[in-house]
């Protein structure tokens, strides 16, 4: 019954702006570390970002450091990925995961999300 939900995602101009949701139901996000991932086809999956159990602590790749940020809302149970001055390159389907504490260091995850498509356009 658990699951992660990811809404949020559409089509956007290069230098505009979107907002993904990563809605948790079976399970509490405050137990687990949150991340975000995006995959493009042909690519490989890459990661995007993660936020610690106590949501003190931060990750980013580096080619969204500075243009993305990860929160999340307890009361909700709601993980976010706020997405800035978007690139034509930043296309993919975006995946939340999360993981047990170990994540943190391993960057293994074992629960993931459906995906949500984002394109942006030039």
């Known amino acids: 019954q658990a699951q992660l939900v990811e809404s949020g995602g559409g089509l956007a101009q290069a230098g505009g702006s979107l907002r993904l949701s990563c809605a948790a139901s079976?399970?509490?996000?405050?137990?687990?570390?949150m991340a975000w991932f995006r995959q493009a086809p042909g690519k490989e999956r890459e990661f995007v970002a993660t936020m610690s159990r106590s949501g003190s602590s931060t990750k980013y790749s580096n080619s969204v450091k500075g243009r993305f940020t990860i929160s999340r809302d307890n009361a909700k149970n709601t993980v976010y990925l706020q997405m800035n001055s978007l690139k034509p390159e930043d296309t993919g389907v975006y995946y939340c995961a999360a993981g047990d504490s170990s994540a943190w260091l391993t960057g293994l995850y074992t629960y993931w999300g459906q995906g949500t498509q984002v394109t942006v356009s030039s």
């Open positions: 079976g399970r509490t996000v405050s137990n687990y570390v």
